[in-house]
């Protein structure tokens, strides 16, 4: 994001902070109301890019050997790839599940042998409903100076440089 602010401020760069600020708040209130608008139109229950993270790893967990060690607690082998989930704790010994927080190939395996949503071990962060809250408030932009309702305390109050 840093790289697209410089670009965008390029040419505008010599004008007085106020003007320079203007166009900052400008396009901040494009970006958030075309990120809006992307999340509309998601009909997937994850952000895009994380759908299509995840849908390699379901390919790849079909037909995986899945042993059950506790109503919570899945061993999981897939050719050589191995690991322990546990489906109640959203972990792996594989960690990709503990540090990502979306379901590893192991997790996505014990899921679908254990009859439970995939979705539900996902963390809500990468979910379209996360996604909509936030870039669901929209940024306002300010106006003339002439317009704005500075209430008398702030109006009066000296601030020293």
Not at 20 to 40: P, T, Y
Request: charged fraction near 20%.
């Amino acid at each position: 994001m840093v790289e697209s602010l410089n670009s965008m401020l390029v040419n505008v760069r010599d004008f007085p902070y106020v003007a320079l600020l203007d166009v900052i708040q400008e396009k901040m209130s494009k970006w958030w109301n075309d990120r809006r608008i992307i999340a509309m139109a998601i009909t997937a229950p994850l952000t895009l890019s994380r759908e299509s993270e995840f849908r390699p790893r379901f390919m790849q967990s079909n037909g995986w050997h899945i042993s059950q060690l506790n109503p919570v607690t899945y061993h999981v082998k897939g050719g050589e790839l191995k690991g322990v989930v546990d489906i109640f704790n959203k972990t792996c010994t594989c960690k990709e599940f503990d540090i990502d927080k979306l379901p590893c190939v192991h997790a996505i395996a014990a899921a679908h042998h254990a009859q439970v949503s995939v979705y539900n071990l996902v963390s809500p962060y990468y979910t379209k409903e996360y996604y909509l809250l936030a870039y669901g408030e929209t940024i306002y932009l300010v106006g003339s100076q002439s317009q704005w309702d500075v209430p008398n305390e702030v109006a009066t109050r000296v601030v020293l440089p």
